[in-house]
């Protein structure tokens, strides 16, 4: 007995609807033993094909279904435009553990993201998640040599917050507070060989943050007319996602074209095989952001307050 249900679902009510199609609509309550029928989300453009594999889940799938969309909804509201047309979506239940364990995307067979869900995740930790989101921002770069892993964390690093700030599911002064506290992991140490040589955690997913702090330069010289993610954005529209393989040259030419300076491949040619290190007090002090136990407080005066602000914008106070 199939029927087919039609829900809207506003997750980001002002940017971006989405439709949900399921299969059955008492499936979509419960939480089951058995793998599920998928479940379409319609994204813009995109559709994202979820799965449940079999397991228990303490959460409903309706309740898990919006936590996907609403993490879709903040990539789309970055990127212009989900990024890929067709996404599988597989939720993979792990018996007696709460919260969103681990997620991992590929591409090779078209997009597709496992994520490990914990049986007691609660609605409370799926809202609080970044882990969906980032995984979803790896759709939006292709498949680049090994060396250059860190490209791809630091950019799920970086845009993940921001992209969840602008539908308003993250507080800005949070974005800003979470760079503060985490980009320092990504200065490079006594021993180290540039990005694409020195392979640590630290490096790979702060380091590749720190390098996507172009942004801040990109915006400078260009009097704030364009930014990291107008570069990125360019990048999918010429084709580029999680499902292609580019050199990473021809990624940083795509994204420096759109900007029109070469903000891109300058840093990479200084931090791709050398360790560069970037005074970050200095440019917390250009961008008016200053650290207040456990918080950030902003100065609208600072010389490149205007480039904060436009880094990170805040959302319509009624999609809050
Ligand atoms: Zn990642």
Same mark, same amino acid.
């Given at each position: 007995m199939t029927k087919f249900i039609f829900t809207i679902v506003v997750?980001?009510?002002?940017i971006c609807l989405a439709l949900l199609e399921s299969q059955d609509s008492s499936a979509a309550q419960d939480s089951l033993a058995r793998a599920s029928d998928p479940t379409m989300i319609t994204i813009g453009a995109s559709r994202i094909e979820v799965t449940f594999e079999a397991g228990s889940l303490n959460l409903s799938h309706d309740k898990i279904l919006h936590w996907i969309t609403t993490s879709a909804c903040a990539v789309r509201t970055y990127y212009g435009e989900?990024?890929?047309?067709r996404l599988t979506l597989i939720i993979v239940p792990v018996p007696a553990r709460r919260g969103v364990i681990h997620g991992v995307t590929f591409g090779e067979n078209g997009a597709t993201i496992r994520m490990y869900l914990g049986q007691l995740t609660s609605e409370a930790e799926l809202h609080d998640d970044w882990k969906m989101t980032h995984e979803m921002v790896h759709l939006a770069f292709p498949s680049v040599a090994?060396?250059?892993h860190w490209i791809e964390e630091g950019i799920a690093t970086y845009v993940e917050p921001i992209a969840r700030a602008e539908t308003g599911e993250l507080a800005v002064s949070s974005v800003w507070r979470d760079l503060v506290e985490g980009l320092p992991n990504g200065l490079p140490g006594p021993d180290d060989k540039g990005l694409d040589r020195t392979p640590t955690w630290g490096r790979t997913y702060w380091g590749g943050a720190l390098f996507c702090l172009a942004d801040v330069e990109i915006r400078r010289r260009t009097n704030n007319r364009h930014g990291l993610e107008d570069a990125l954005r360019a990048i999918v529209v010429a084709g =580029?996602?999680?499902?292609v393989e580019w050199k990473l040259a021809r990624a940083l030419q795509v994204g420096d074209q759109a900007t029109g300076v070469h903000v891109l491949t300058e840093l990479y040619e200084r931090m791709g095989t050398q360790p560069v290190a970037t005074d970050l007090p200095a440019l917390w002090s250009q961008l008016g952001v200053e650290a207040r136990a456990g918080t950030v407080a902003f100065d609208d005066? =600072?010389?490149?307050a205007n480039v904060r602000r436009a880094i990170v914008a805040a959302a319509p106070a009624a999609a809050r």
């Open positions: 997750a980001a009510a002002f989900f990024p890929v047309r090994r060396e250059h =580029a996602n999680i499902e005066h =600072a010389p490149l």
